[in-house]
Nanobody, 126 residues
Framework: QVQLVESGGGSVQAGGSLRLSCVASGRTLSTYNMGWFRQAPGKEREFVATISRSGGTTGYADSVKVRFTISRDNAKNTLYLQMNSLKPEDTAVYYC???????????????????WGQGTQVTVSP
C-alpha cells in the first residue's frame, strides 16, 4: 500500500501563493490517479483537483480553476498543487489522495480514492 505525506502548507496573505507537495512511499506513484481535497472547519471534505497516472489529464473544482495547478513528477514519486491568488475562503486542511483503480477520467469523489495523507493546513488571511 502507498503511504502519502503532504507538506508545504502555511499562512499567507490573500493574493499570495503556496505550493503543496505530497510524497508517496511504499508503491510507485505512477500506479495511481491522484487528487487533492480540502476540508474547512465545520464543512465536508471537498474536491480540489485530480490528475491521471501519466499526468496527461487533469480536472479542477470551479472554485480553484485558473488559480490552482495540479502536477506530478512520477520519477520523484511526488504530487504537487501550485496555489496562486489565494483567497481567505481557500483556508482549509489540504489532503492528497490516491486512486488505485487507475480509472479514466481520473476521479473527483472522495469515495473513489482509497489512500489518504494526513493533511497540511493552509491559512489565508485577508
Amino acid at each position: 500500500q502507498v503511504q502519502l505525506v503532504e507538506s508545504g502548507g502555511g499562512s499567507v496573505q490573500a493574493g499570495g501563493s503556496l505550493r503543496l507537495s505530497c510524497v508517496a512511499s511504499g508503491r510507485t506513484l505512477s500506479t495511481y490517479n491522484m487528487g487533492w481535497f480540502r476540508q474547512a472547519p465545520g464543512k465536508e471534505r471537498e474536491f480540489v483537483a485530480t490528475i491521471s497516472r501519466s499526468g496527461g489529464t487533469t480536472g479542477y473544482a470551479d472554485s480553484v480553476k485558473v488559480r490552482f495547478t495540479i502536477s506530478r513528477d512520477n520519477a520523484k514519486n511526488t504530487l504537487y498543487l501550485q496555489m496562486n491568488s489565494l483567497k481567505p475562503e481557500d483556508t482549509a486542511v489540504y489532503y492528497c489522495a490516491a486512486d488505485s483503480t487507475g480509472s479514466m477520467p481520473p476521479p473527483r469523489r472522495t469515495y473513489e480514492f482509497d489512500r489518504w495523507g494526513q493533511g497540511t493546513q493552509v491559512t489565508v488571511s485577508p
